[in-house]
């Protein structure tokens, strides 16, 4: 026997999303916007890969030279900021992004990088606590006050 129930609200639940896809990633292109501009402007030493090529509105990879991102995924985890130090497909890998080497980064570089996504539930004072949390961890352990 078939879900009728669950195939129905299936469709329905698809309408809904194409309705709102539009402004939806405007959005969150906007918010990826404005996070990226302000790391630039708060953190020395960054680098947004892919800036220049088309990407998905709700995702931003930086490196944060001179850093280890493990370190610093650890750190943004115990306040509970979750991020990632690869692509969702490789996230269990210990191994540099192969995209990013393919991108032109040395090992190093690619060691230092982090991946933000925003979502539906994502708002702008959240990226504010963010922000300001990823400012003084990244001078910490680049061993600046």
Known sequence: ??????IV????AAVLAQERLSAEA?????????FESELLTRVDGI????ASAPRLCNTSNIAFLGVDSQR???RLDLLGIAVSTGAACSSMNDEPSHVLL????????????LRFSFGRGT???????VLSTLTALVRDLRGRS
């Open 123 to 129: 708002e702008r004072a959240e990226l504010e606590r």
């Open 26 to 34: 405007e959005r969150l292109s906007s918010l990826r916007a404005h």
């Open 9 to 12: 609200g299936f469709g329905r």
């Open 47 to 50: 680098r947004i890969n892919g």
């Open 1 to 6: 026997t078939e879900n009728v129930a669950a």
């Open 102 to 113: 393919a991108m032109g980064r040395d090992e190093r570089e690619a060691r230092s990088c």
């Open 72 to 74: 610093l995924l650890v």
